[in-house]
């Protein structure tokens, strides 16, 4: 058989193609891989809330859920198939499951590892204790779409159900704890509805989208708010949706109560009463909009109550020339550290009870490194506070009691988680491991 010319036109343009394509497809699993490493490594490897689990047999590594994620990044192709590479970063949007032409990603709640508390809830969002509703993320979906429709649905309820509770005093209809979109839609849903109602946070406006980083990128499909209507906020950053909440505030006069946390909601007769850090509200319903977050950890030393101690960074420009001390050795202690030694005349010192910052990603743990290489940063590996003063703070080292001139201290030990505060109300949860 006669050799064909044409054959060269044609295979040789194919083949250079199917180069490029299999150079490049190489080049974003390394990619990947390199970052589910440093993950392994880091100890950051059990997701929050819901997110997926790929079926390898049924996945074709063509990554259209690697496109969907509208977080960017938390997916990957390795070496044919898709991975979840950035698991604690996933916010369980489901959009790649959607997006899976095979059907191989199942959205799940917890790993086989570590389970995830869910509370038993209604279709209408009650909890095992009637009257007590639960809407947004610590439902398990913290999505701000799905968050806003939660609450719209939830306050609907509790309405309905404060409507059915004939006291004979003024008692609240509705206690809303949290004022994240979840609270911020029930609100006005409450609002609308002409309930007498209260709404307090034990923090600020915005829940888990204020702890968010300074300038992170968020994106929500169009939700509909009671009093505002469609929404349609697309890729927006953190300070950009704290400002159109703070817009949302202004323009109905919502006024919710911060820096009051819950400490208690028990029932006495037909009514509740939750007990705060301020005082005591009788209600007929109570609805949860509280984040999976929980409480910050305290320290539990003498002097954390000043308020010179803060449990989160929100402006390191505001430590600009101050003496600063930051506990913990997570991703969120090195990253604030980081910034605030950014700050012109700012003196910061680490301090971390273990001898390395191993639940930390690699290029947190580089960057703080080289600050302590260049004497921009100081830590204090091995050490834990033992009392805070107005002016210095005590530490234990192993070398001993070490005093510390100080201004301000910011705390990053984590949080305690809200299961133990469910229990306590007669919440039943469920815990799941790797299931729907």
């Known amino acids: 058989m006669a050799f064909d010319p044409l054959l060269l036109v044609y295979a040789l343009p194919l083949a250079g193609i199917w180069a490029v394509w299999t150079f490049a497809a190489r080049r974003r699993s390394a990619k990947a891989r390199e970052v589910l490493e440093d993950n392994r490594q880091a100890g950051l490897m059990e997701p929050n809330s819901l997110h997926p689990v790929i079926d390898p047999a049924k996945c074709l590594g063509c990554a259209s859920c690697v496109r969907a994620c509208p977080e960017k990044k938390i997916l990957g192709v390795i070496d044919g198939k898709a991975a979840l590479i950035e698991p604690t970063m996933c916010v369980g949007h489901g959009a790649c499951a959607t997006a899976c032409p095979t059907q191989a990603i199942t959205l799940v709640f917890g790993t086989a590892t570590r389970g995830v508390d869910i509370p038993l809830l209604s279709p209408e969002f009650e909890t095992s204790v009637p009257g007590v509703y639960i809407a ?16 719209r649905q939830a306050i609907a309820a509790a309405a309905a159900q404060a409507r059915r509770i004939a006291v004979g005093d003024p008692a609240l209809d509705v206690v809303i704890v949290g ?20 709404t307090i946070d034990q923090s600020s406006l ?6 968010f980083p300074r300038g992170k990128v968020v994106m929500t499909a169009p939700a509909k708010l009671p009093l505002i209507g469609e929404v349609r906020f697309g890729e927006i950053s953190k300070e950009r949706l704290l400002a159109f909440w703070e817009d949302v505030l202004a323009r109905t006069g919502l006024k919710p109560q911060f820096e009051e946390q819950v400490t208690q909601v028990e029932r006495t007769g037909d009514l509740f009463e939750v007990v705060t850090s301020r005082g005591r509200y ?38 600009a020339g101050q003496r600063v001390l930051v506990v913990g050795g997570g991703d969120s202690a090195l990253e604030a550290a980081a910034q605030l030694a950014d700050q012109p005349g700012t003196q910061v010192t680490l301090s971390y009870r273990g001898q390395a910052f191993q639940r930390a990603r690699a290029k947190n743990r580089d960057r703080v490194a080289a600050l302590i290489a260049d004497g921009t940063m100081t830590a204090l590996m ?45 919440i039943e949860v469920e815990t799941k491991f790797g299931t729907v």
């Open 206 to 211: 915005g829940g888990t989208v204020a702890h």
């Open 282 to 319: 009788r209600t007929r319903t109570v609805l949860l909009a509280i984040g999976r977050r929980g409480t910050p950890r305290p320290l539990g030393v003498p002097g954390e109550e000043q308020s010179k101690v803060l449990y989160r960074l929100i402006d390191p420009e505001q430590y």
């Open 136 to 151: 947004g993320e610590l439902g398990g979906m913290g999505l701000i779409k799905n968050a806003i429709e939660q609450g």
């Open 179 to 198: 004022c994240g979109p979840a609270g911020i839609a029930a609100s006005l849903g409450a609002m609308e509805a002409g309930l007498r109602f209260v």
């Open 382 to 426: 091995g050490s834990q506070v033992r009392s805070i003063g107005t002016e210095a703070i005590e530490l234990e080292t192993e070398q001993g009691l070490l005093s510390l001139p100080n201004d301000s201290v910011i705390v990053c030990a984590g949080g305690l988680l809200p299961t133990q505060f469910l229990h306590q109300i007669g």
